[in-house]
């Protein structure tokens, strides 16, 4: 480790690194959406044929085609209004295994007699099985880590012009300034539990269970896994920085237990530059600029590290503002 804060680096990495997550972002959105669109209408025509009138009908037609992907061949006839119609569609989203294509199949032999229902609007347009059901359930937690990844990118690209500390990232408090410090904060937390329980949740429900497990568990499970997620949220503690000046304090917030410093007891706010080795930097290594804190309040001196950057110039600037807010003298930035 070292003491120096400055760095020398190229725009051009920054630069290519920023058009490739536009370009990223703007593809994985528009597949995402597409997908939810499909997914969106599927969940809409099948909730509202729940409520269609039914209508007698018969198998005519009964078999599982295989191949890349298994389909069911189905086709029925039904007769509305003194009309006799033919439907080919069990439900509205295609999307199964070849073992629940072939139950279905066992199920609905030719010559059964079944129950079809009908929009009443449109009385060719028919479906063996309406409402929501098991598959759908899947596809819930499958979409879910996409569309979060998704509105996490954009997330990116909104924040990616601000610096990570400057005043943007103050709140004026009652007895003096808070300041968000690098770090998850509950939104994020949140977001990434989500993820990692529905990411998981889709290999549990599509390989343990063939895309077919109890409704009702997989149901609750995402109402228990986002409950979870909030939980976790609540319980996150997000990293922040306060000065209260009436009390003549620093208060830090990292953990659950915040450390709290008199002005009095500040002895130094330095930058803690630290390298290691990475293959994928440019110039082989990995930066990291800690900003930390010296005190005395305790016996004995004491180190505490409020924040941890990236980039010289943000630790540069918290230390400053810092310094400033506790009336020590500024310092230079090490050469």
């Not at 020398?8 to 959406?33: D, I, K, M, N, Y």
């Not at 295609?94 to 066992?106: E, F, K, L, Y």
């Not at 343990?208 to 497990?213: Q, R, S």
């Not at 008199?262 to 130094?268: D, Y």
Request: hydrophobic share 40%; glycine share 10%.
């Amino acid at each position: 480790m070292t003491d120096t804060p400055v760095r020398e680096q190229s725009p051009l990495p920054r630069g290519c690194a920023h058009v490739f997550l536009v370009v990223f972002v703007l593809c994985w959105t528009g597949t995402v959406l597409t997908a939810d669109g499909k997914f969106g209408r599927v969940l809409y025509r099948q909730a509202r044929a729940e409520g269609f009138p039914r209508a007698e009908g018969t198998i005519t037609q009964s078999t599982v085609e295989q191949g890349e992907s298994s389909r069911l061949n189905i086709a029925y006839s039904y007769e509305v209004n003194g009309q006799i119609y033919t439907g080919t569609r069990y439900w509205y989203g295609g999307v199964s295994n070849s073992s629940n294509w072939q139950r279905a199949c066992d199920e609905l032999p030719v010559g059964a007699r079944v129950l079809v229902a009908y929009d009443p609007a449109d009385p060719s347009d028919a479906v063996l099985r309406p409402g929501l059901f098991e598959p759908h359930t899947v596809l819930i937690w499958f979409f879910t880590p996409f569309n979060i990844v998704m509105l996490a990118g954009w997330l990116i690209l909104a924040r990616g012009e601000r610096p990570a500390f400057g005043p943007h990232v103050f709140t004026v408090t009652p007895n003096g300034v808070r300041t968000r410090l690098p770090g998850l904060n509950r939104t994020g937390a949140f977001a990434g539990t989500l993820l990692g329980i529905s990411f998981v949740g889709s290999f549990v429900w599509g390989c343990g269970c063939g895309f077919n497990p109890p409704l009702l568990l997989s149901g609750y499970g995402y109402l228990a896994a986002i409950a979870f997620a909030v939980w976790v949220a609540i319980r996150h503690v997000t990293p922040v920085l306060e000065v209260n000046q009436l009390e003549r304090v620093v208060q830090i917030v990292t953990g659950r237990k915040p450390v709290v410093v008199p002005f009095e007891a500040v002895r130094e706010i330095r930058i803690l530059h630290e390298e290691t080795l990475d293959s994928d930097a440019a110039d082989g290594k990995d930066h990291k600029y800690h900003c930390e804190l010296r005190h005395t309040n305790t016996n004995e001196d004491s180190w505490v590290r409020i924040a941890t950057y990236n980039e010289p110039d943000p630790a540069e600037g918290l230390a400053m503002w810092l310094r400033g807010e506790v009336g020590l003298p500024e310092q230079p930035k090490a050469k």
